[in-house]
């Protein structure tokens, strides 16, 4: 970029205190300032540049220098209040470039740079006429417009029409809306070299020179910022198919043991119910069909034999419900005598009552008669004492019936 003095003018009225750009109207053009100078200092050694405001009550913050860090500290200090003066401004602007210069050897071009976010009120003759005298002096202007950018365009198109020559001043209009006051003046003719404008009143971005000639190093870092963020991308969408599978795999996983889970519960309670289920025995149809005795049929005999029968069915029940019954009762299961003579006790008692002309008790109580009816049994030792002990208890009763007959007699 060619040497230059270049004086940045602010916009610090009370409309920039607006928040439609970020953080505001003016912390945007403060930063995009701050911007500016930088690259002009930067683009030549030589170069210089000054900070003021174009509030009525209008403030140089520094003259004409290459301090980098106090020009941005000034800008950073610019509090908003009171009107804009568009004229005056830039009058006092055109000064400090006029007397800037002096005693130097090499004659640096002169810009305006303005930012421009509230109404104008001056009229439209008033500003054709400055741009005119700017003109003469060979003071190129260039001014970003936004926030009212609507209601002075018109005024700011006449003056730019007014000021140029050979294309070297330039109107940068920022729509309400746009991401970044910064970014629209990165892409606009302001921080080009010669660059040409496509027409009187260009947007931002219209006409400029491209990122790669204004700032080659920004370019480089947002083109690799680009790649990154490409390649990021395409691992994501390379990893949402396995990401997918592997879902599907685990969802398998979860549902067989889910599955599993079900089965093996259902086994469970299905063996629990087998298990609740009251095992079922096949009774004994002589037991659930036997009727029981006819007492009042029954003689004294009779009745007396039956009440000898229940309680021993009682004591031997007892002997096999006790713990210590367990070898007395392997004993009586080994006798197979006992068991043919409970039987054939239990086959003469379940005798029909209803034929009482046939009457059993006094064969019974023959212990001769029943010693030899048990000895014809298969198995059955009528010398066994056991046996002979039941044989003695169902003939006792007889005789003692006996005794008291003749007792009474």
């Known amino acids: 970029?060619?040497?230059?003095?270049?004086?940045?003018?602010?916009?610090?009225?009370?409309?920039?205190?607006?928040?439609?750009?970020?953080?505001?109207?003016?912390?945007?053009?403060?930063?995009?300032?701050?911007?500016?100078?930088?690259?002009?200092?930067?683009?030549?050694?030589?170069?210089?540049?000054?900070?003021?405001?174009?509030?009525?009550?209008r403030q140089v913050l520094t003259t004409l220098g290459k301090e980098k860090e106090l020009i941005a500290a000034s800008l950073f200090d610019v509090k908003s209040g009171g009107e804009m003066d568009l004229i005056n401004g830039l009058k006092v602007a055109s000064l400090i470039l006029k007397h800037g210069n002096k005693g130097e050897g090499a004659t640096p071009s002169k810009r305006i740079v303005a930012f421009v976010a509230s109404p104008i009120t001056a009229e439209e003759?008033?500003?054709?006429?400055?741009?005119?005298?700017?003109?003469?002096?060979?003071?190129?202007?260039?001014?970003?417009?936004?926030?009212?950018?609507?209601?002075?365009?018109?005024?700011?198109?006449?003056?730019?029409?007014?000021?140029?020559?050979?294309?070297?001043?330039?109107?940068?209009?920022?729509?309400?809306?746009?991401?970044?006051?910064?970014?629209?003046?990165?892409?606009?003719?302001?921080?080009?070299?010669?660059?040409?404008?496509?027409?009187?009143?260009?947007?931002?971005?219209?006409?400029?020179?491209?990122?790669?000639?204004?700032?080659?190093?920004?370019?480089?870092?947002?083109?690799?910022?680009?790649?990154?963020?490409?390649?990021?991308?395409?691992?994501?969408?390379?990893?949402?198919?396995?990401?997918?599978?592997?879902?599907?795999?685990?969802?398998?996983?979860?549902?067989?043991?889910?599955?599993?889970?079900?089965?093996?519960?259902?086994?469970?309670?299905?063996?629990?119910?087998?298990a609740a289920e009251p095992t079922e025995t096949p009774a004994q149809p002589a037991a659930a069909s036997k009727p029981g005795p006819n007492l009042d049929a029954m003689t004294e005999d009779e009745m007396l034999q039956y009440a000898l029968q229940m309680s021993m069915t009682e004591g031997m029940d007892a002997t096999e419900d006790s713990p210590a019954a367990d070898t007395s009762a392997a004993a009586t299961d080994s006798t197979p005598a006992a068991t043919s003579v409970s039987a054939a006790v239990d086959s003469a008692m379940d005798e029909s009552p209803e034929e009482p002309a046939q009457d059993a008790t006094p064969a019974f109580a023959d212990s001769d008669f029943l010693s030899s009816v048990l000895g014809s049994l298969p198995g059955v030792d009528p010398n066994d004492p056991s046996i002979q002990s039941l044989v003695q208890s169902v003939a006792s009763p007889k005789k003692d019936a006996d005794k008291e007959e003749k007792d009474k007699k």
């Open 125 to 274: 003759t008033e500003l054709v006429s400055l741009a005119k005298k700017l003109k003469k002096s060979n003071v190129n202007v260039d001014i970003v417009s936004f926030g009212e950018s609507d209601e002075n365009q018109a005024k700011l198109e006449a003056f730019i029409n007014a000021v140029n020559k050979s294309n070297e001043s330039h109107l940068v209009v920022v729509p309400a809306g746009a991401q970044s006051l910064t970014d629209s003046v990165i892409a606009s003719p302001v921080l080009s070299d010669g660059g040409q404008m496509a027409g009187m009143g260009a947007a931002a971005g219209g006409g400029g020179a491209s990122l790669e000639e204004t700032d080659p190093e920004l370019a480089m870092a947002l083109r690799l910022s680009l790649e990154e963020e490409q390649a990021r991308q395409a691992r994501t969408t390379a990893d949402e198919p396995a990401a997918e599978g592997g879902a599907g795999m685990e969802t398998a996983e979860d549902d067989d043991d889910e599955l599993q889970a079900a089965l093996r519960m259902s086994m469970g309670t299905a063996t629990e119910e087998s």
């Open 1 to 57: 970029m060619v040497l230059e003095s270049t004086v940045i003018c602010l916009d610090s009225s009370e409309y920039t205190r607006n928040g439609d750009f970020v953080p505001t109207r003016l912390g945007a053009q403060t930063n995009a300032a701050n911007l500016v100078s930088r690259r002009k200092i930067d683009a030549n050694p030589e170069s210089k540049v000054a900070v003021m405001t174009l509030a009525k009550k």
